[in-house]
């Protein structure tokens, strides 16, 4: 039986990553480090942030050592358990949202017009929304209560959830009409745009940190290479 692909233990590998390109690497940590400081947001905040983003980049090694750091500076397996919750939301809300997508051509194609012209990313998708609602029928009102309790103060407040880790996480499922919603509603809550400016770096880590963990991967694959000359 092989091995499986995903080690426990990829320190040996990290530590090659390190030593192949040390001056680099000391400019992503110093990068990472900085990005991770108490600011606007707090520390807590952001690894709990970093571990909701986390789960939408599916990087094992990443939602592993942000569950650890959340844990280390003070979050609470409620507060966890919480921002998964919102990681889920936002991983729905991309198909939920490009569904319009589906809506609006099929439209289109059943009347016979051109869906080659315009835009795929239309700004306004409330009709087509309103449709899918309609045809969900009682889909939408289960679906709609879990929204409304995913964001409701809890262990973590609305304005976190949605205004900061919901952005971050919208960021990184690609999903602009999940950008434009969380900051509308991170307004309503009071969120600042230096609180999102850090919640948008700490998405940019999360989304270079899957790379730079699955490189653990790379390295041992460059490791147990064998040219045909050394055979």
Known sequence: ??????????????IKLKNLVPELNDAWMGYHNEVFKDGAISNKDKQLIAMACAHITGCPYCIRARTKSSKAQGATDEQIAEAVFIAMRLAMGQP?????????????????????EGY????????????FHQLSGE??????AFHEMVYEDGHLSKKLKKGLMGLACALLAKCPWCIRSCVRDGLKEGVTKEEITEAINVAMVMSAGACWAHAGISMEAADKFVTKDKK
């Open 1 to 14: 039986m092989s091995e499986g692909i995903y080690k426990d233990n990829i320190s040996e590998y990290m």
């Open 96 to 116: 939920y949202a490009f569904g319009s997508i589906a809506f609006e051509n099929y439209d289109l194609m059943k009347a016979k017009k051109d869906v080659t």
């Open 120 to 131: 795929f990313i239309s700004k306004n998708i409330a009709p087509q929304i309103q449709e």
């Open 139 to 144: 889909t939408h009102e289960k679906f709609s």
